[in-house]
């Protein structure tokens, strides 16, 4: 399995900016995909989750600015609104199916105050 983030950029706040995350190889139709960042120094953090039947999780921090979605089998986006200096970090992209978690590199979003 193969993830691969795109998106990112330098934005400001209050900006939108969409990320996406193309899967490639053996997808199961049963997994949980989800979006997570990390900043300089921190911890990396969870962002949103999908589960295979369509249910979603956030962290409180973007609930209500940010929307984890499918596009297709293959495809994942994070649309977020509303951007703020605190959401700058580098987004990965998770997958997990049969016991296994596997992770993109990484795209970094930076949003100027």
């Known amino acids: 399995v193969r993830l691969v983030e795109s998106g990112g950029g330098l934005v400001q706040a209050g900006d939108s900016l969409t990320l996406s995350c193309a899967a490639s190889g053996s997808i199961s139709s049963r997994n949980v995909m989800g979006w997570y960042r990390q900043a300089p120094g921190k911890q990396r953090e969870l962002v949103a989750l999908?589960?295979?039947?369509?249910?979603t999780d956030y962290a409180d921090s973007v609930k209500g600015r940010f929307t984890i979605s499918r596009v297709n089998a293959n495809t994942l986006d994070l649309q977020m609104n509303s951007l703020k200096a605190e959401d700058t970090s580098a987004y990965y992209c998770?997958?997990?199916?049969?016991?296994?978690?596997?992770w993109g590199k990484g795209t970094q979003v930076t949003v100027s105050s």
């Open positions: 998770s997958l997990r199916q049969y016991g296994y978690e596997y």
């Open positions: 999908i589960f295979s039947g369509g249910i």
